[in-house]
T-cell receptor, first 113, second 114 residues
């Protein structure tokens, strides 16, 4: 079985500040790691993923996440946030067999002017 | 390429009633997973359908059931609705035939049980 813990339920930051959203996971089997973003009243959008290889993965809109196997973490970072980054962010682990995703409780990122 | 679509967008039902939610998978995908997202929480896995058969189930009672059709679209049925069934129901499509089985989500159906 897998579990995901997102360490901060809410993260308020000012525009252009750096941000880190923390995610720890546990699993007895190999997993893939994902970050999804959810804007109000919408579904989930895949932000980035770690499958194998380089432990640092990047998205097209400036977010990056680093897989740390020893600490079982997959923290999400952005060096400079925009108002439009305000959303709920979910960390998830996926079984390599391709079945279920297990999500954390989410972190609400609020970017203030 | 058509994305994942769900219908209806919103639904209001009374406790004890039955409801059917629908999902059309993304072109080229043969697998549909359903998730329940209660207010303020992360999505919880309900079950997955692959080639018209259930392929994994989360901790949900049997009154949650599903179907997958030959065109890979899917239905989620919930019988004997309870107040706690009020949630956003998300469907995700993927392909089990090729790694890494990324799941792409639809916009969801907001179910309110009164």
């Amino acid at each position: 079985a897998q579990s995901v813990t997102q360490l901060d339920s809410q993260v308020p930051v000012f525009e252009e500040a750096p941000v880190e959203l923390r995610c720890n996971y546990s699993s007895s089997v190999s997993v893939y790691l994902f970050w999804y973003v959810q804007y109000p009243n919408q579904g989930l959008q895949l932000l980035l993923k770690y499958l194998s290889g380089s432990t640092l993965v990047e998205s097209i809109n400036g977010f990056e996440a680093e897989f740390n196997k020893s600490q079982t973490s997959f923290h999400l970072r952005k060096p400079s946030v925009h108002i439009s980054d305000t959303a709920e962010y979910f960390c998830a682990v996926g079984e390599t067999s391709g079945s279920r995703l297990t999500f954390g409780e989410g972190t609400q990122l609020t970017v203030n002017p | 390429e058509t994305g994942v679509t769900q219908s209806p967008t919103h639904l209001i039902k009374t406790r004890g009633q039955q409801v059917t939610l629908r999902c059309s998978s993304q072109s080229g995908h043969n697998t549909v997973s359903w998730y329940q997202q209660a207010l303020g929480q992360g999505p919880q896995f309900i079950f997955q359908y692959y080639r018209e058969e259930e392929n994994g189930r989360g901790n949900f009672p049997p009154r949650f059931s599903g179907l997958q059709f030959p065109n890979y679209s899917s239905e989620l049925n919930v019988n004997a609705l309870e107040l706690d069934d009020s949630a956003l129901y998300l469907c995700a499509s993927s392909s089990r035939d090729r790694a890494p089985y990324e799941q792409y989500f639809g916009p969801g159906t907001r179910l309110t049980v009164t």
